[in-house]
């Protein structure tokens, strides 16, 4: 799928190919920044990514609450005016599992380019 933003063509990734890596992110996303909530976890990746990955509420959320069912995730709840606000930050086998998470991708995508016969400069 593509998109026209200010007369530049940006890819944007297929939910297919971010599914299987939304784990590793949002883990990674919490080891760098200590705590978030949901909707700064979709902007900050669409930040760092240029555009290119746009998590959306209905991907993200599933997410968070099965790495907090995995023991993966604590959760603070703050009082912001009369909103609730759930921050997210990594338990201490959270933080294991992020770099376990994180190598396994790379090794991951090291495969596909010896795979795909994929030169990098």
Do not use: C, W
């Amino acid at each position: 799928m593509f998109a026209l933003y200010n007369s530049n063509i940006t890819m944007i990734y297929s939910s297919e190919l971010i599914k299987g890596t939304l784990k590793t992110i949002v883990l990674k996303l919490l080891s760098d920044n200590n705590r978030m909530y949901g909707y700064e976890i979709t902007q900050k990746v669409k930040e760092l990514t240029g555009d290119k990955i746009q998590i959306t509420e209905g991907a993200l959320y599933p997410t968070l609450h099965a790495l907090e069912s995995d023991g993966l995730l604590s959760v603070e709840t703050e009082f912001i005016g009369k909103r609730v606000r759930k921050y997210y930050s990594l338990s201490t086998s959270g933080k294991q599992k992020s770099q376990e998470k994180i190598s396994e991708l790379a090794d991951f995508m090291n495969t596909m380019k010896y795979l795909l016969d994929i030169k990098t400069a």
